[in-house]
């Protein structure tokens, strides 16, 4: 059974840069296209960024176009969000999402 773990949120300072990680224990992420999602307070869950299971294919909300990057490695049963340029809007709970499986969420807040 895909279960995901998310990690690397934590509190920055506006123009600051995290990398979160979502990794998997039970089964391969490999077979799986990853997405990223975020909830603000009061928000709905939206889609940040998401990769094909090959990693050749990669697609961002545009608010967060060239600012931030998805990657993964297979190897590692690993993808990556590496966040530059971090604004307080992209304050939020980061959840990574595989197949039907979730993770519990990482949290970021972007403050000076």
């Known amino acids: 059974q895909l279960q995901l773990v998310e990690s690397g949120g934590g509190l920055v300072q506006p123009g600051g840069s995290l990398r979160l990680s979502c990794a998997t224990s039970g089964s391969t992420l490999e077979d799986y296209a990853t997405g990223w999602f975020r909830q603000a307070p009061g928000k709905e869950r939206e889609a940040v960024a998401c990769?094909?299971?090959?990693?050749?294919?990669?697609n961002y909300a545009d608010s967060v176009k060239g600012r931030f990057t998805i990657s993964r490695d297979n190897a590692k049963n690993t993808v990556y969000l590496q966040m530059n340029s971090l604004k307080p809007e992209d304050t939020a709970v980061y959840y990574c999402?595989?197949?039907?499986?979730w993770g519990q969420g990482t949290q970021v807040t972007v403050s000076s």
């Open positions: 990769i094909s299971s090959s990693g050749r294919s990669t």
């Open positions: 999402n595989a197949g039907r499986t």
